[in-house]
């Protein structure tokens, strides 16, 4: 069974789950008072749009607080969020978090620590956001919100895509052992709070790190009540189509998948599509989720590789009321192009659902990317654009090594999601979101993969 297999890999494991362990950090630990400033001290240190989220997520909690207590969560939770951030990663920042937290309700107190994991997310200490969110599973158990905190800490240490982007080459002990520790954290969780084996998102996440470690067993036995149960989606799509890919796929894929073809004949980038590749590439179709949109035509996108690159070509119907000027400036990395129309494709090496390779392109060839929230990650990757009066084309290709360290085999495949946005406000996906996560920019993951 997956638990007993859990506790085989918890009592197997053998080193830290990064070059600096996860540290243990208790209240009592640290001895010498971090003084906050005094609560009327300008200025509170949130844009005004995240003090009213505070404030809003601690006057509806459920934690038996006065109003005026909660006001005064949100002004101390400002500032503490401040004093941690203007730390940095620093060892000694978690210890000041604990200790300048302790006296907050549990609800604004798992608020700041997740906020305060979300922003070293997003500059890439990944390290340090994982012992913040290792603290609030061991600090707050029984909490609802504990179950987002570990399964957010285990995409950490499954992910595929963060651990290429932290190591200059591969180390396949390491790589191995971080499922196994995640594995470790979800099962010492569940035995603490029992009703986690309920939570379809933390039972597809144990999956994916028993599988990323070998336990191929074990993956199998979390994913099977999400399997045969539909009302638990979207995880019982995606528990489907991993039973598939472990299958003979005589069958067709029970969700939708796109093809990578393999070629020889590496493509000159122009933007032009003429190759015969592109010709014999099959093309995913991005589509209006919405019947009463623009009647736009569907942008196409097709896959290739061949043993240096991932390559992939987009061709899109330029849309009414866009306006589509042309910009010759220099490309720079992480260009902003919410104002422009543009596809933006999710690359989820490992099908965990979680983190992934984000890469962005406009009609004019501008780019932007991220690791998962990360937009320090500026891989290096070619585009050629091609536009006409009716049209725009995209011809892009990205090596391997930006990637991964082991270009993917035949049979090989990764979750993809692709949309394409314009400053309108419509939107083409090529799976559009499911009614349980209406709200996913992204849309639905499908797979995509490798002939």
């Excluded at 390779?357 to 891989?379: E, I, M």
Aim: hydrophobic share 40%; proline share 8%.
């Amino acid at each position: 069974m997956a638990a007993s297999s859990a506790s085989t890999i918890a009592n197997t494991l053998t080193i830290a789950p990064r070059p600096r362990a996860p540290p243990d950090v208790s209240r009592e630990a640290w001895q010498g008072p971090l003084e906050l400033p005094p609560m009327n001290a300008p200025p509170y240190f949130l844009p005004p749009c995240l003090r009213v989220v505070a404030f809003l997520s601690l006057v509806f909690t459920q934690q038996p607080m006065a109003f005026a207590e909660r006001i005064e969560d949100a002004g101390q939770v400002d500032r503490i969020r401040h004093i941690i951030l203007s730390q940095g990663n620093e060892p000694a920042a978690l210890a000041h978090l604990v200790q300048l937290s302790s006296n907050l309700a549990p609800a604004a107190a798992i608020g700041l620590y997740l906020q305060i994991a979300d922003e070293h997310v997003r500059k890439g200490n990944y390290d340090f956001a994982g012992e913040v969110l290792r603290q609030v599973v061991d600090q707050y158990p029984e909490q609802p919100a504990t179950a987002n905190s570990l399964i957010t800490l285990i995409g950490l240490y499954t992910s595929s895509e963060i651990a290429h982007t932290t190591q200059t080459k591969p180390r396949q002990t390491e790589a191995s052992q971080l499922p196994l520790y995640a594995m470790y954290l979800a099962e010492k969780a569940i035995k603490r709070q029992g009703s986690l084996a309920g939570n379809s998102a933390l039972v597809f996440h144990c999956a994916v790190a028993s599988r990323l470690s070998g336990h191929h067993q074990a993956a199998k036995s979390w994913l099977t009540p999400l399997k045969y149960d539909r009302q638990r989606q979207p995880w019982h799509d995606r528990a489907r189509n991993e039973a598939w890919l472990q299958s003979a796929r005589r069958k067709s894929p029970p969700n939708r998948a796109a093809r990578c073809l393999g070629t020889d004949n590496r493509p000159h980038l122009d933007g032009l599509l003429d190759e015969p590749l592109w010709k014999s590439a099959k093309s995913l179709s991005l589509s209006a989720s919405n019947s009463s949109s623009t009647k736009t035509p569907a942008s196409q996108i097709r896959f290739a590789r061949d043993d240096k690159f991932l390559y992939f070509a987009i061709h899109c119907q330029k849309m009414a009321g866009v306006t589509y000027a042309p910009d010759h400036s220099p490309r720079t990395h992480d260009a902003d192009l919410a104002g422009q129309d543009r596809v933006r494709l999710l690359l989820d090496l490992d099908r965990d659902y979680a983190t992934g390779f984000q890469l962005s392109v406009d009609h004019n060839g501008k780019t932007a990317d991220a690791c998962w929230h990360n937009t320090s990650w500026n891989p290096r990757w070619y585009v050629a654009a091609h536009s006409d009066d009716s049209t725009w084309t995209i011809e892009a290709a990205i090596p391997w090594k930006e990637l991964t360290h082991k270009r993917p085999q035949a049979l090989d495949a990764w979750a993809l999601a692709a949309v394409r946005q314009t400053p309108s406000g419509e939107s083409q996906f090529w799976i559009p979101p499911q009614p349980e996560d209406p709200g996913s920019e992204l849309g639905d993951f499908g797979l995509l993969l490798f002939d």
